[in-house]
């Protein structure tokens, strides 16, 4: 068997998936929960190789928090596209998936799957981080199907 | 520093507290609120649940031909306020504490919960009816030995009343009739006509 | 043959190849040993490589607006100059250290160039959070450099003395070579202050807690580092890894170079433990168990502490 050096880095870069988030207009209970995964003891996002990033440039799965506001959507989308490819968009909380309270406002301008693809949702209001780093292991195997190294 | 240190050592000690998810198992407290649930066998589909919902999440379409109505809860738009729980009377939602709710892009729209209730011929004349479930029958007339609640939930509220009045014959006769009332305004109108 | 063996230095061992193993496993250990500390599991040992291997896959973004050959530069300027640094580190017992090549003061002439490539890149890459980073990194590097030159100064002084020349003897390899047969610095009451110093020194060069101001993802989101990501940001990474090499194996040179026995794995594995004590006790326990201070916070403990402590240290060498 040769030893095929690019799927051996596509296989271990999925062990370093580097999170950044994005504040779409939430009423933070969202990022609160997003804090509590990777900061506290007791759900340690560490395991999975994650790490919070505070540059877009360095980022692989983006968490988007909010329902995308009018004010907030040219800054979403601008941030969005400083992200390199490959990368996973993650919709955490109901408001970016479907509005949640706040549908049919006249201040917002998403649901976020409007103005960006979006490969994983974790509904909640706010989600369990359970639940959040379930949608993380959920992204990898997007991420995987990306990198076209999925098996099975 | 010195007592940053202490906790250190006592961490150290006392070993990690991480949670096993995701590579085990996770706790999951009885009361969370997870997933909303709608009993079918007990729905009316009077709407308080639709009205109560603050995110919109809950649709009650009455059929066209008003065969039945199909009560829709959309879990990607839930925020699990428990309103609908609180103000159902007929105690038909309920939250379960499923909180697996991470799902692909494409499985968006699949996520919601439906059900399409039908209305049934009633038991005595025919015309459709929303049957009781047998739990809510047994509950309401467990005074009442002598109603079979198997029966009466499929009967339609006019035979109900009929069936009622049937069986406590006896009594309404018994009932002292009054003599309708005097109108003590009418000789007054016909005075002045 | 003498290239060849330059060569062997640099790329294999203990430069290169051993430098980055040995780095970037202190590294995971590192990340792990923070985590326990903190009562969590923490990632695997082997993360950093995997970070690295993410980073090589990732699309490289430069930014419209950057100084694009500067920009591209940066990182490597950094990684050589480290690079080239890991050569010159002995591993007592094993590697006597590459005697005329290099000495403290070339070591001391190269350790700021990391610094001054994430300078380079924070100000080339037009971003005002790089700007920012630009000149907390100066700031932060400015402060730790007096106390360093006063702690080589010292060793070397201390050497020079003690071995008769009567100068300050800057080569690594005397001073070695003088505390192999003399017993170790860190056991001679002049120079513990001259280590506490080293020690302090530490995390302000790497960039950890509490001295990770300069990168503060909190405040000015990574800083200098907020427009690289991808390749380039794995060369940096690879660059701070031979900085760790070269920084931890600096302090064990300079203070606690002896071996245990003439057998070379046991003092290779012995030179690696005494790594390893070095980083948990300067780094992992400090970044734990401290918060961030403020710039002008870091630059007071700088010039009061360290350079307390090495002047204390130059000043007895001297006298004595």
């Known amino acids: ?152 | 520093m010195s007592s940053f240190l202490k906790i250190l050592l006592k961490n150290v000690l006392g070993g990690p507290s991480t949670d096993p998810f995701p590579f085990g198992p996770t706790f999951e407290p009885k009361r969370l609120r997870g997933r909303v649930v709608v009993d079918p066998d007990k729905c009316m589909g009077c709407g308080m649940c639709r009205n109560s919902c603050v995110a919109g999440a809950i649709d009650i379409t009455k059929d066209a031909e008003s065969k039945g109505w199909t009560i829709t809860v959309w879990q990607d738009s839930c925020c699990l306020c428990a309103s609908c729980r609180t103000y159902c009377p007929m105690k038909a939602i309920e939250i379960v504490p499923d909180w697996h709710s991470a799902h692909f892009e494409e499985d968006k729209y699949s996520r919601i919960e439906q059900h399409t209730i039908e209305y049934q011929p009633c038991a005595v004349c025919g015309k459709p009816v929303r049957v009781l479930s047998l739990a809510k029958a047994q509950e309401l007339y467990r005074n009442d030995p002598d109603v079979d609640p198997e029966l009466v939930r499929h009967m339609c509220r006019s035979c109900r009343q009929i069936k009622d009045a049937e069986a406590h014959v006896e009594i309404l006769e018994a009932i002292p009739r009054k003599a309708p009332k005097q109108d003590a305004a009418a000789p007054e109108a016909e005075a002045k006509a | ?320």
């Open chain 3, 1 to 320: 043959m003498s290239l060849f063996w330059s060569l062997v230095h640099l790329i294999i061992f203990p430069g290169g190849a051993f430098a980055l193993l040995v780095a970037l496993y202190l590294k995971g250990l590192d990340r792990r040993l923070v985590a326990r500390l903190q009562s969590r599991v923490g990632p695997p040992l082997n993360q950093p490589f995997l970070d690295i291997a993410k980073l090589l896959t990732k699309e490289q973004l430069i930014p419209a607006t950057a100084c694009r050959p500067v920009f591209l530069l940066a990182p490597v300027i950094g990684m050589a100059g480290m690079a080239a640094c890991a050569a010159f580190i002995p591993v007592p017992g094993v590697f006597g250290g590459l005697s005329g090549l290099g000495d403290l003061l070339v070591l001391f002439y190269l350790l700021p160039i990391p610094a001054i490539a994430i300078m380079l890149g924070g100000s080339s890459s037009s971003s005002p959070f790089g700007a920012m980073g630009f000149s907390r990194e100066m700031l932060v590097m400015l402060s730790y450099e007096l106390p360093l030159l006063m702690v080589l100064l010292a060793c070397a002084m201390m050497t020079g003395k003690l071995s008769g020349a009567g100068t300050a003897d800057f080569s690594l390899v005397s001073i070695v070579q003088y505390q192999l047969e003399n017993g170790s610095y860190c056991f001679n009451p002049v120079m513990v202050p001259a280590m506490v110093a080293y020690l302090m020194f530490l995390p302000g060069t790497m960039g950890v807690a509490p001295f990770d101001i300069a990168e503060s993802e909190t405040e000015i989101l990574e800083g200098p580092m907020l427009e690289y990501g991808g390749p380039l940001l794995a060369l940096f990474q690879i660059g701070q890894a031979f900085k760790t090499f070269v920084i931890l194996g600096l302090g064990v040179v300079l203070f606690f170079p002896g071996t245990l026995c003439d057998f070379w794995p046991v003092n290779l594995l012995w030179f690696l433990v005494k790594c390893t004590l070095l980083m948990f006790f300067s780094m992992t326990l400090v970044r734990s168990a401290t918060g961030r201070f403020r710039i002008d916070q870091a630059v007071r403990f700088y010039f009061r502490i360290p350079a307390a402590l090495a002047l204390v240290s130059l000043v007895l060498v001297i006298a004595l």
């Open chain 1, 1 to 152: 068997m040769r030893l095929d050096i690019d799927t051996c880095l596509k296989k271990a870069s999925v062990c370093s998936p580097w999170l950044f988030r994005i504040n779409a207009g939430s009423c933070n209970g969202c990022d609160v929960e997003l804090a509590t995964t990777a900061l506290i003891p007791r759900y340690d996002v560490e395991r999975l190789g994650c790490h919070y990033t505070g540059s877009p440039r360095q980022a692989d799965i983006v968490l988007v928090t909010g329902p995308v506001t009018i004010k907030m959507r040219d800054y979403v989308l601008r941030v969005w596209n400083e992200i390199p490819e490959p990368k996973v968009t993650v919709a955490v909380g109901i408001c970016p998936i479907s509005g949640g309270v706040f549908r049919d406002s006249y201040a917002i301008a998403g649901p976020l799957s409007r103005l960006v693809p979006v490969d994983v949702n974790v509904p909640g209001c706010p989600p369990r981080p359970q639940a959040i780093m379930e949608g993380v292991v959920l992204a990898k195997q997007i991420w995987m199907k990306k990198l076209g190294i999925l098996e099975g």
